[in-house]
Nanobody
Framework: VQLVESGGGLVQAGGSLRLSCAASGSISSINDMGWYRQAPGKQRELVAAISRGGTTNYAESVKGRFTISRDSAKNTVYLQMSGLKPEDTAVYFC??????????????WGQGTQVTVSS
């Protein structure tokens, strides 16, 4: 099982980016999916998460600006980011709780994608 992220890059403050994360491999089912971020010198923090049933939760700092969604048919989770601020600059990581076809449950991470917001 692996998670592959895409969509990061450099954007000006106030701009938008859309991150994608596709899970592949021997997947039986996927439970919660989420996005975390880690800025230089800081701990990794939860940005947004979405349950299998579609319930979402967001960090206070991104509420109203970011939207998480998922396409279960494609095993993919998205993060639409708008109104970006320089403080949103970080490496963004995808996370998913996955049950493999071997009935092994694990917590998987993507490799990370850099988001840089210039002022």
């Amino acid at each position: 099982v692996q998670l592959v992220e895409s969509g990061g890059g450099l954007v000006q403050a106030g701009g938008s980016l859309r991150l994608s994360c596709a899970a592949s491999g021997s997947i039986s089912s996927i439970n919660d999916m989420g996005w975390y971020r880690q800025a230089p010198g800081k701990q990794r923090e939860l940005v947004a998460a979405i349950s299998r049933g579609g319930t979402t939760n967001y960090a206070e700092s991104v509420k109203g600006r970011f939207t998480i969604s998922r396409d279960s048919a494609k095993n993919t989770v998205y993060l639409q980011m708008s109104g970006l601020k320089p403080e949103d600059t970080a490496v963004y990581f995808c996370n998913a709780g996955i049950l493999s076809t071997f009935l092994l449950r694990g917590d998987y991470w993507g490799q990370g994608t850099q988001v840089t917001v210039s002022s």
